[in-house]
């Protein structure tokens, strides 16, 4: 892949970084550290996606915690590998249940949202498969930010605050108390620069790490989550944690102008960025400033999503194959649907939810693209009492219409948000990448996908170029520093453009690219957050 390195046109003054021996890239610097201080312990890219994973479970709540879910893409010794992290939903649940509960749509709070979380018992399946230091050893980073507390860092605090706001607002009976005993035990949320600490956290991650996480799945965790669903008529139990287990899998891509674009099969949203590059491989484009451009961006955009919305969901319960969805044929037939005016696609609406995603890469040429969440924000609001366990909100994303591909069932995991990325070409590993971001995270790979292989920007550039996102309908948010003249020329096209201030809705994205010719790895991290590229 080529690029200049000291190109950078956008309004960050970051510049990609270089390294040899060694690479973590994530959204919050003291994580990325901590990623590295296992790579120079004699740990490999696994063992530093898990350090880093972890500590990011302290180092940033506001997105993801230890009871959310986790994937994977690991490079490892001339092979890609897929982890599903996903939990399902409860056993004991069903469409029928939550409507008798009063509910004509699964709320975002509360019991009903909560999945089993994934994200421990992936730390350990690959820490057992593919890990060189104990998982003990690897998680002691995060056990130290836990107890000894660290300041946070000025976005952090931003969002943390959002959310004690809208929780305040919204979450004042008795089950939710501990979200703010853990969270905010002053009253508020913390400010930037202030330390925070939660010895609850700590215990938590340590009892996590002596077992293997079988005490979270099958232990004294795994009673203290049943005991608190009990409580107040939860829906997951002991039996669904026990039961569980991730799920490796094989990637699935697309090529795209001769490299491979990889993600994990669905129940994840993976696809839909594929589907939208399979559409665009029908097109050439010359000039990433042109509004032809973005238009068939976009188009193929909705319609990826419409084709998403409609069918992912657990695979066995696809009325449609990801083969089919991924074929020439049924890509040709999407771009047959792209003509000089915005169209209206199908009834789908994206939404936007908190998550971390990180990249590794160490001396040996090991690389992983990792991702985390609690779906949004904290998640559902719960947090189990004496462990620090927020409890994710995933269960949100099931429909209760039962004919849908996606209903919610017992037992069944749901369309999923978060996606790992990576690339590789003519089997050569080229490197990790991802945007967080809830229903963005498909709409930034295909960017930052686009912006590297057809724009030959590097790293950094590619991440910091202004970005767009698709709402519903015609609707298109950009970045206030979106060139203005494509802004008017889309919206002559039928685009309904606008602009939204907040940069925290783009996504946040990190990369790390693989020179086969020298080994020499480049990085860039999100300069909408407090990212960091961490290197040696």
């Not at 099969?265 to 032809?292: C, H, R, S, W």
């Amino acid at each position: 892949m080529e690029f200049n390195a000291n190109y950078q046109p956008y309004t960050s003054t970051r510049v990609p970084v270089f390294a040899k021996k060694g690479m973590v890239a994530t959204s919050q610097p003291l994580a990325a550290q901590a990623g590295l201080e296992i790579l120079k312990m004699g740990g490999n890219a696994v063992d530093a996606a898990i350090a880093t994973a972890a500590s990011l479970t302290v180092l940033e709540p506001t997105s993801n915690g230890m009871g959310g879910d986790a994937f994977a893409l690991v490079w490892m010794k001339d092979k890609l590998y897929g982890l599903n992290g996903s939990g399902p939903s409860p056993e004991s649940i069903s469409i029928e249940k939550v409507r008798a509960l009063g509910h004509k749509e699964i709320p975002v709070y509360g019991w009903i949202p909560v999945t089993v979380p994934g994200a421990p018992a992936t730390w350990a399946a690959l820490s057992k498969r593919f890990g060189k230091l104990p998982l003990t050893e690897v998680l002691k980073p995060a056990i130290r930010y836990a107890e000894e507390g660290f300041p946070v860092s000025p976005v952090l605090a931003k969002y943390w605050n959002t959310a004690f706001e809208l929780y305040r607002e919204n979450l004042q009976e008795e089950q939710f108390e501990n979200w703010f005993k853990t969270f905010a035990p002053n009253g508020r949320a913390p400010k930037s620069g202030e330390i925070w600490k939660s010895i609850d956290h700590a215990n938590t991650l340590r009892e996590i790490g002596e077992t293997d996480a079988e005490s979270f799945y099958k232990g004294e965790l795994a009673k203290k989550i049943d005991a608190f669903s009990k409580k107040y008529n939860g829906f997951i139990s002991y039996s669904d944690l026990e039961k569980y287990e991730p799920q490796w899998v094989d990637p699935i891509r697309v090529n795209y102008r001769g490299y491979d674009v990889w993600e994990i099969p669905p129940n994840g949203q993976g696809l839909v960025a594929l589907m939208a590059l399979n559409i665009l491989n029908g097109y050439t484009f010359n000039e990433k400033e042109n509004v032809d451009t973005y238009h068939k961006q976009l188009e193929a955009m909705k319609l990826a999503f419409s084709d998403g919305q409609k069918y992912i969901t657990e695979p066995s319960k696809m009325t449609v194959s990801v083969e089919e969805l991924l074929s020439e044929h049924h890509g040709a037939n999407r771009r047959s649907q792209i003509h000089e005016r915005a169209q209206m696609p199908g009834a789908v609406e994206p939404s936007y939810s908190g998550t971390v995603y990180l990249a590794t890469a160490d001396e040996e040429g090991n690389m992983v693209s990792f991702i985390q969440s609690n779906y949004k924000a904290f998640g559902s609001g719960l947090v189990v009492p004496g462990t620090g366990i927020a409890l994710q909100n995933r269960g949100f994303n099931f429909s209760l219409d039962p004919t849908h591909d996606n209903r919610l069932e017992p037992g069944k995991r749901t369309y999923h948000t978060i996606i790992p990325g990576f690339l590789t070409k003519k089997d050569k590993p080229i490197g990790p990448f991802g945007v967080m971001g809830g229903f963005m995270q498909p709409q930034g790979h295909v960017q930052v996908v686009m912006n590297m292989i057809d724009f030959g920007l590097n790293p950094q550039a590619a991440i910091d170029s202004p970005r767009w996102q698709w709402i519903k309908g015609n609707t298109i948010e950009i970045e206030k520093h979106f060139p203005s003249h494509i802004a008017e020329a889309l919206l002559q096209k039928g685009h309904d453009i606008q602009v939204n201030i907040d940069f925290g809705n783009f996504g946040r994205g990190q990369i790390i690219i693989k020179d086969p010719e020298t080994g020499v790895y480049c990085g860039g991290s999100e300069s909408r957050t407090d990212g960091f590229v961490a290197a040696w």
